[in-house]
């Protein structure tokens, strides 16, 4: 059977690696169980590695996370495999889409992959949520 492909959203694969706890890191652990045992292939915008690079760059900086813990998130992230999708939007497509779809401007690149692929998004955050009931794109 082939694994399913889904738009991975930054805001999952940041609980996998930072101190939280709740619901959204159990949501996002069992994603990343899923993708390891290979029912589950993420497609992600090529901001997604930017924004998660950064995001785990921050943490080391400001004490969040150790340097092993940045190590094992690292050795993580290079044992999984992953569709990159450029997905090219000028400034003036991410305000039409932003406006349209009540998103942010990073949100709109995960929201607009998922809606072109025709696939599931996982994610945590709240406004993407709301956008893809309202717009008909799948949540998983």
């Given at each position: 059977?082939?694994?399913?492909?889904?738009?991975?959203?930054?805001s999952v694969a940041v609980e996998w690696?930072?101190?939280?706890?709740?619901?959204?890191?159990r949501y996002a652990e069992g994603i990343l169980e899923?993708?390891?045992?290979?029912e589950l292939f993420p497609a992600v915008p090529d901001l997604w590695h930017y924004e998660l690079g950064s995001v785990l760059v921050a943490a080391k900086r400001d004490k969040r996370?150790?340097?092993?813990?940045?190590?094992?998130?690292?050795?993580?992230l290079r044992a999984l495999e992953f569709e990159t999708f450029a997905v090219e939007l000028d400034a003036a497509e991410v305000v039409d889409l932003g406006l349209r779809y009540h998103l942010q401007g990073y949100d709109v690149v995960?929201?607009?992959?998922?809606r072109r692929l025709g696939v599931p998004v996982a994610t945590l955050d709240?406004?993407?949520?709301?956008?893809?009931g309202i717009f008909r794109v799948k949540l998983l």
């Open positions: 059977m082939a694994a399913e492909r889904i738009v991975l959203d930054a690696f930072l101190p939280g706890g709740g619901p959204g890191q899923r993708i390891s045992a290979g996370i150790s340097a092993a813990k940045l190590a094992a998130s690292q050795a993580t995960y929201f607009e992959l998922a709240g406004g993407m949520r709301t956008a893809c």
